[in-house]
């Protein structure tokens, strides 16, 4: 025992935040173990337990993503009336309580009831943990603390997408409802580790009582948050983009997918951190951006070569490709986390990171087509497609310099007292 708690100290000293940073890693890796156990058996589980068609699969998901979109900004501006971290236990309780029906769906009625249901919170929880980040740890700590959550993510989705792997060995729905039920169970420690977190701030006493949306007329926030969106565009690029390019478009085995993308996974590990060094001002997280486009562009720019040499010669471009991809990824994240912190108005934090992460998720819907496009068109596509991301990246700088101005125009309102 007395091992254990060293090592428990030890970690501590070793995570950004303290204790309450470790508390968050620990919520961020169970979130990530169930979700990943989830998503390896989601579409089987349908499909096969409960007999629905890709078809009607497709359209409960896309009813789900719709309603998510449609909630993600109410539900912002309600954490900026009652606090992030309500918000979050609501949610993760509301998401056990979907998950512990889903495995009892028999037709296609029950599975769009708990999907909607499901969407309704969807897109929020990130926000919401992103801003109890920045209420529950210093500010020269909190860009640092989401870089380490990140980390830590991945980690737990390889973990969870392992467990998943035994309901898809079983194949029947009794192992599929097992799995179900440990996410549900995820969300309901989740809920009771958010609960007992101790916040160092809490919203503006003069913002409690009244709604807002002055986000939808800050252009310059909408403009960093677009920019953001386009690049985060690496992530279809990881699971669509390349995969489709290499076995449509190269002489390289199909096989060397799942190398690359395991590259992809453990940079993104042992990086992110590092990555997101000197993003806790707007000038060094528009730097990150700025890489963040020009690697992503060279990306596309290496794939293009890829064609047009033997498969020996390809498979060390593409490897190249994917190392830049993730110089993108790592960058992107960390200048993308810092700027939404900065900019977000004092007191309005929950319904600004949603707007913020409200433009990742609309990219999740239209990155797919876009992606496609590219790479049907080929060469030409891969150079379009390069030049967004460097225009976007080279744009940081100034746009971020036009939010700065405007977030230090803003009246600042007094703080309430801590929670």
């Given at each position: 025992?007395?091992?254990?708690?060293?090592?428990?100290?030890?970690?501590?000293?070793?995570?950004?935040?303290?204790?309450?940073?470790?508390?968050?890693?620990?919520?961020?890796?169970?979130?990530?173990?169930?979700?990943?156990?989830?998503?390896?058996?989601?579409?089987?589980?349908?499909?096969?337990?409960?007999?629905?068609?890709?078809?009607?699969?497709?359209?409960?998901?896309?009813?789900?993503?719709?309603?998510?979109?449609?909630?993600?900004?109410?539900?912002?501006?309600?954490?900026?009336r009652i606090g992030?971290?309500?918000?979050?236990?609501?949610?993760?309780?509301?998401?056990?309580?979907?998950f512990v029906v889903?495995?009892?769906?028999?037709?296609?009625?029950?599975?769009?009831?708990v999907v909607c249901?499901?969407?309704?919170?969807?897109?929020?929880?990130?926000?919401?943990?992103?801003?109890?980040?920045?209420?529950?740890?210093?500010?020269?700590?909190?860009?640092?603390?989401?870089?380490?959550?990140?980390?830590?993510?991945?980690?737990?989705?390889?973990?969870?997408?392992?467990?998943?792997?035994?309901?898809?060995?079983?194949?029947?729905?009794?192992?599929?409802?097992?799995?179900?039920?440990?996410?549900?169970?995820?969300?309901?420690?989740?809920?009771?580790?958010?609960?007992?977190?101790?916040?160092?701030?809490?919203?503006?006493?003069?913002?409690?009582?009244?709604?807002?949306?002055?986000?939808?007329?800050?252009?310059?926030?909408?403009?960093?948050?677009?920019?953001?969106?386009?690049?985060?565009?690496?992530?279809?690029?990881?699971?669509?983009?390349?995969?489709?390019?290499?076995?449509?478009?190269?002489?390289?085995?199909?096989?060397?997918?799942?190398?690359?993308?395991?590259?992809?996974?453990?940079?993104?590990?042992?990086?992110?951190?590092?990555?997101?060094?000197?993003?806790?001002?707007?000038?060094?997280?528009?730097?990150?951006?700025?890489?963040?486009?020009?690697?992503?562009?060279?990306?596309?720019?290496?794939?293009?070569?890829?064609?047009?040499?033997?498969?020996?010669?390809?498979?060390?471009?593409?490897?190249?490709?994917?190392?830049?991809?993730?110089?993108?990824?790592?960058?992107?994240?960390?200048?993308?986390?810092?700027?939404?912190?900065?900019?977000?108005?004092?007191?309005?934090?929950?319904?600004?990171?949603?707007?913020?992460?409200?433009?990742?998720?609309?990219?999740?819907?239209?990155?797919?087509?876009?992606?496609?496009?590219?790479?049907?068109?080929?060469?030409?596509?891969?150079?379009?497609?390069?030049?967004?991301?460097?225009?976007?990246?080279?744009?940081?700088?100034?746009?971020?310099?036009?939010?700065?101005?405007?977030?230090?125009?803003?009246?600042?309102?007094?703080?309430?007292?801590?929670?």
């Open positions: 025992m007395s091992d254990l708690w060293r090592r428990v100290r030890g970690w501590r000293g070793s995570v950004p935040g303290g204790t309450v940073g470790l508390r968050l890693a620990v919520m961020a890796m169970i979130d990530a173990v169930g979700t990943g156990a989830f998503l390896a058996v989601s579409v089987p589980f349908i499909t096969r337990s409960v007999g629905l068609s890709e078809g009607r699969l497709g359209l409960g998901l896309t009813l789900s993503a719709a309603i998510a979109l449609a909630t993600a900004i109410p539900i912002g501006i309600l954490a900026d992030p971290k309500k918000v979050l236990v609501g949610v993760s309780l509301w998401r056990c309580a979907c889903y495995p009892f769906v028999q037709n296609l009625w029950q599975f769009l009831t249901l499901l969407g309704l919170v969807d897109k929020a929880a990130a926000p919401m943990e992103q801003a109890l980040v920045g209420q529950a740890t210093a500010t020269d700590d909190r860009v640092r603390v989401v870089a380490v959550l990140r980390s830590l993510r991945n980690v737990g989705f390889t973990v969870g997408a392992l467990l998943g792997g035994i309901g898809l060995l079983i194949d029947n729905r009794a192992g599929y409802a097992v799995i179900l039920l440990l996410n549900a169970a995820s969300f309901a420690v989740l809920a009771t580790l958010a609960s007992r977190l101790p916040v160092l701030s809490a919203p503006a006493k003069s913002l409690r009582r009244r709604f807002s949306v002055s986000v939808l007329r800050d252009g310059s926030f909408l403009s960093f948050t677009g920019i953001n969106a386009v690049l985060t565009m690496h992530m279809t690029l990881l699971s669509i983009g390349i995969p489709l390019w290499i076995v449509g478009h190269t002489e390289v085995s199909s096989a060397v997918i799942a190398p690359l993308v395991a590259v992809n996974t453990v940079l993104a590990v042992a990086l992110q951190v590092r990555a997101s060094r000197d993003t806790e001002t707007i000038a060094g997280a528009s730097r990150a951006l700025v890489r963040a486009g020009v690697s992503l562009a060279l990306c596309c720019l290496l794939l293009t070569a890829a064609p047009r040499l033997s498969a020996v010669l390809a498979v060390g471009v593409l490897l190249l490709a994917m190392i830049a991809l993730t110089g993108g990824e790592l960058w992107q994240s960390a200048g993308g986390w810092g700027g939404s912190y900065l900019l977000a108005a004092p007191g309005q934090e929950g319904v600004y990171l949603s707007v913020f992460w409200l433009g990742v998720a609309i990219q999740q819907i239209a990155a797919p087509v876009l992606v496609s496009l590219v790479v049907t068109s080929g060469t030409v596509g891969w150079t379009v497609l390069a030049a967004l991301f460097a225009v976007c990246g080279f744009a940081a700088p100034v746009i971020g310099r036009w939010a700065q101005a405007r977030a230090d125009s803003r009246p600042q309102p007094e703080p309430a007292p801590a929670t």
